[in-house]
């Protein structure tokens, strides 16, 4: 099933759905950084997978893969500057010096036609289990 956002809500939405996840596709003020800031934001996490841990009317709380440490991603304020478009959300950062920035994240879900596998496979072993019992 692809992911289709369109606002706030549409993206509150797909956070709840099991297994969605959250990636940094572009962070313009990362981008503008010496190579070794990079290769440090890099190490530390900032382009691995996340999911969502909890969330609140103003914010959530996600997991980084491979990485002990939680993420924050407030919406209380300054929203209606974010950019929905198809499985992107663009995220405006708000500072007081130099260019503006942006974090772009792109929004997936995994493979419905592996979920369809895996549900096969696991209701097939089922059967096997309750056909020859003790075995």
Not at 3 to 29: E, H, M, Y
Not at 49 to 66: H, N, Q, Y
Not at 109 to 126: F, K, M, Q, V, W
Request: contains cysteine; hydrophobic residues 40%.
């Amino acid at each position: 099933m692809p992911v289709v956002l369109r606002s706030l809500s549409d993206f509150k939405k797909f956070l709840r759905k099991p297994g969605a996840t959250l990636q940094i596709v572009q962070n313009t003020f990362v981008d503008r950084q010496d190579e070794a800031s990079q290769a440090a934001y890099r190490r530390k996490g900032l382009y691995e997978p996340r999911t969502l841990r909890a969330m609140s009317k103003k914010a959530a709380i996600f997991d980084v893969r491979g990485h002990d440490t939680t993420v924050w991603l407030y919406w209380d304020r300054g929203t209606r500057h974010w950019r929905f478009s198809g499985d992107t959300v663009t995220v405006p950062l708000n500072a007081t010096l130099g260019p503006p920035d942006a974090v772009v994240y792109r929004c997936t879900l995994p493979d419905t036609g592996e979920r369809r596998i895996r549900r096969r496979s696991a209701a097939a072993s089922n059967i096997a289990e309750a056909a020859l019992p003790g075995l």
